[in-house]
C-alpha cells in the first residue's frame, strides 16, 4: 500500500478529514466516514450553475445573504458536500472552510450523482437547522424538484413556468435558465 493510501485509511474521524481536506488540490467529499474524490462536470452542468449564481447573486445584492458556489462545503449530519449553489444569511468569515447556517441549496443533477442527490445528500441536507429549501435541477430535461422544510420536505415538480423559491424570496424563470441548453 503506497503512503498516500495508508494516510487517507488512518482517517476515521470529520475533524481529521477536514484538516485532510484543507490541505488537499483537488475537492472531495465525506460521506458516511468514506472520502469521495469529486469530478467535472459537463459544459452544460457547469453553465446551469452559473445561470443560477449569477441570478441568485444580482437578486441578493445589497442584502447580507451571500451565494456560494461549488467550492463552499457544507457540514450535513456526519457528512461534508460540496454543493452546486448554496445561500447563507449568517456572518461568515473569509477564513472559514464550512459555510455557516445555509438557508437554501441547489443541486444540478449528473447521472452519476442524481441518485445520491436525491437520497443520501436530501436526508442528510435536511437535517441542517438552517435549511429552508433544497433544489434538484436536471440537466438532460427542463426539470426542477423543490423540497420546503415548510411543506415537510415533499416534492414539488416543476417542468415549466417558473418556481418562487420563499427561502431567499427569488422567483427562477425555467425558459430562462434553461435557454440554449437542449
Not at 493510501?5 to 481536506?21: C, G
Not at 443541486?107 to 438552517?130: C, F, G, M
Request: hydrophobic content about 40%; glycine content about 4%.
Amino acid at each position: 500500500m503506497n503512503e498516500t493510501a495508508e494516510h487517507l485509511k488512518a482517517i476515521s474521524t470529520l475533524v481529521e478529514f477536514m484538516d485532510w481536506e484543507n490541505q488537499q488540490q483537488t475537492r472531495h467529499e465525506w460521506i458516511d466516514g468514506r472520502i469521495v474524490a469529486m469530478t467535472g462536470g459537463t459544459i452544460r452542468h457547469v453553465k446551469l450553475i452559473a445561470r443560477l449564481v449569477r441570478s441568485l447573486g444580482n437578486h441578493l445584492d445589497g442584502t447580507p445573504c451571500l451565494v456560494l458556489a461549488s467550492d463552499a462545503k457544507v457540514q450535513a449530519a456526519q457528512n461534508v458536500f460540496y454543493p452546486d449553489v448554496v445561500v447563507s444569511c449568517a456572518e461568515q468569515d473569509d477564513q472559514d472552510v464550512l459555510c455557516k447556517e445555509p438557508k437554501l441549496i441547489i443541486e444540478v443533477l449528473s447521472n452519476s450523482t442524481a441518485t445520491h442527490d436525491r437520497t443520501k445528500k436530501r436526508l442528510a441536507y435536511q437535517q441542517i437547522e438552517s435549511l429552508e429549501e433544497y433544489l434538484l435541477i436536471a440537466q438532460e430535461v427542463q426539470h426542477v424538484t423543490i423540497y420546503r422544510r415548510a411543506e415537510d420536505w415533499q416534492p414539488l415538480d416543476i417542468i415549466s413556468g417558473t418556481l418562487d423559491v420563499r427561502s431567499v424570496g427569488w422567483t427562477l424563470d425555467l425558459a430562462e435558465l434553461y435557454q440554449g441548453c437542449f
